[in-house]
């Protein structure tokens, strides 16, 4: 049997999307009812646009995650062409 460390679809990356499902069941799913299925789609849409455009992550310096990788795109395209 091979490990699957260091490959897609390895237990790393099963131990994000747990972590993530958990996080959105907790923040979104559990802590309200629900009237029908657009109630819960567009609640998942609201918490997406927040987790991933107004979150502050600490460990990247209290700045929400696109900010973070378009700061990093930006510095990659500013590298390649002053190469």
Known sequence: VEPSVGS???????????????????????????????????????????????RLLEPIGNMPPAEAEAIYYQQLSESAQAA
Request: charged share 30%; net charge negative.
């Open 8 to 54: 897609v679809g390895d237990s790393y990356d099963n131990a994000l999307a747990e972590t993530i499902n958990g996080l959105y069941k907790a923040e979104v799913i559990h802590r309200r009812s629900w009237q029908n299925r657009e109630a819960v789609e567009l609640a998942t849409l609201e918490w997406v646009d927040w987790f991933n455009h107004r």
